[in-house]
């Protein structure tokens, strides 16, 4: 993955690109873009609630209406929590 190539992700307020520090959901403080690939972009970020770091991945619209490419990600979730 590489991390220049974060650039799709807009914030809540749609006024320009996540970057360190944004805020998401009043809870995850983005750290640093991770990277891209073929199922989105991946963020570090720190969960403000937790006080834990997390991995957020955001998908483009045409794999969220997916349902295949969506159980692809939620085994790939499963695999990474283990």
């Known amino acids: 993955m590489n ?3 974060c ?4 914030t809540d307020s749609g006024g320009g690109r996540l970057g360190p520090g944004d805020v998401l959901a009043g809870r995850y403080r983005i750290v640093e873009c991770v990277g891209q690939g073929g199922m ?3 963020y570090h970020a720190d969960d403000l609630s937790l006080e834990q770091p997390v991995a957020l991945k955001f998908l483009p619209g045409l794999v969220a209406r ?3 490419r969506l159980r692809g990600l939620k085994h790939e979730v499963r695999i990474t929590r283990q």
């Open 7 to 10: 650039a799709s992700i807009r």
């Open 3 to 5: 991390s220049t190539s």
């Open 66 to 68: 997916d349902p295949e």
């Open 40 to 42: 989105g972009e991946v």
